[in-house]
């Protein structure tokens, strides 16, 4: 009897371990370092969150907070606190998040966090450069769905993957890691054969973002242009109170979307004139 007893708790122990294993193997490291910043001039409380590994890293996120705070408010105040969590693997992003097989993602909003995969990991130069311009775009997203709607709504906001990652892209001004306007004229011209960035970019995000983000960026520049921040923040603002995009776009902008969007490919869909 003894031994059954023995054997039995032998056999528990060895189950216990085995799932602390397995809740080790899909959860990543604890993230048990904290850096709290306020900014009261910009309404912003952020909390970065990190493990021990990546402490020099969230030291270098935190400067790039403050950098950031002056460019994204031009967007809108923050309105809720927002939490970072800095991920030592890009793994553990992807669990996080629960988006797999996005090998070039290094980062991900919401109305109130930003998941980061651990700039420890992503290779090449200008580091702290690419990190502020991240935290830049991040941040931008943030303060958009946050002024674009509320908690429990945000996400059913139908604000276009154009519109929200070109914003975000001119924000962290990453026209260079983008390209040139006219590699989106080349696209255009061979048939735009992978889809069109404008109207399937949700579709074809996963595959081909270089062309999504470089539309996206490139577009949002001439929107800017043409119409001025203080009108793409009324947009903004409307949606947040409950207008549909389009609804929205054509009365503060005065043209239909799907129409300026048709000029603006067109634009793009025959040679520059010699």
């Known amino acids: 009897m003894k031994d059954s007893r023995n054997n039995l708790l032998l056999i528990c122990l060895a189950l216990c371990v085995a799932f602390v294993s397995s809740a080790c193997a899909t959860s990543g490291l604890r993230l048990d370092g ?15 969150l990190y493990n021990h590994v990546d402490s020099e890293e969230a030291e270098m996120v935190s400067l790039a907070v403050r950098d950031a705070l ?14 970072i969590r800095i991920h030592p693997t890009h793994g553990d992003l992807e669990e996080r998040i629960h988006r797999h097989g996005y090998p070039w993602l290094r980062g991900w909003a919401r109305y109130d966090t930003i998941d980061l995969q651990s700039p420890r990991t992503w290779g090449g130069d200008r580091l702290e450069m690419r990190v502020r311009k991240m935290m830049t775009h991040e941040m931008t997203h943030v303060v958009m769905y946050q002024n674009g709607g509320r908690r429990h709504n945000w996400h059913r906001k139908d604000f276009p993957l154009w519109f929200r990652e070109g914003m975000a892209s001119v924000t962290a001004e990453q026209a260079d890691q983008r390209g040139p306007r006219e590699d989106i004229r080349r696209y255009y011209l061979r048939g735009a054969q992978d889809g069109d960035p404008l109207s399937d970019g949700d579709r074809m995000v996963k595959k081909q973002p ?10 949002f520049v001439d929107l800017l242009e043409e119409f001025g921040r203080d009108k793409i923040i009324r947009i903004i603002n409307d949606v947040g109170e409950g207008q549909r995009f389009a609804a929205a776009w054509r ?18 869909s025959k040679p520059v004139s010699s």
Request: glycine residues 4%.
């Open 34 to 48: 904290r850096i709290y910043y306020r900014n009261p001039a910009h309404e912003a409380d952020v909390e970065i």
């Open 70 to 83: 002056p460019k994204v408010v031009q967007w809108g105040d923050f309105k809720e606190k927002l939490t």
């Open 210 to 219: 270089k062309i999504v983000y470089l539309v996206a960026h490139w577009v």
């Open 251 to 268: 009365a503060i902008l005065g043209v239909p979307l799907e129409k300026w969007l048709e000029n603006w490919r067109k634009n793009y």
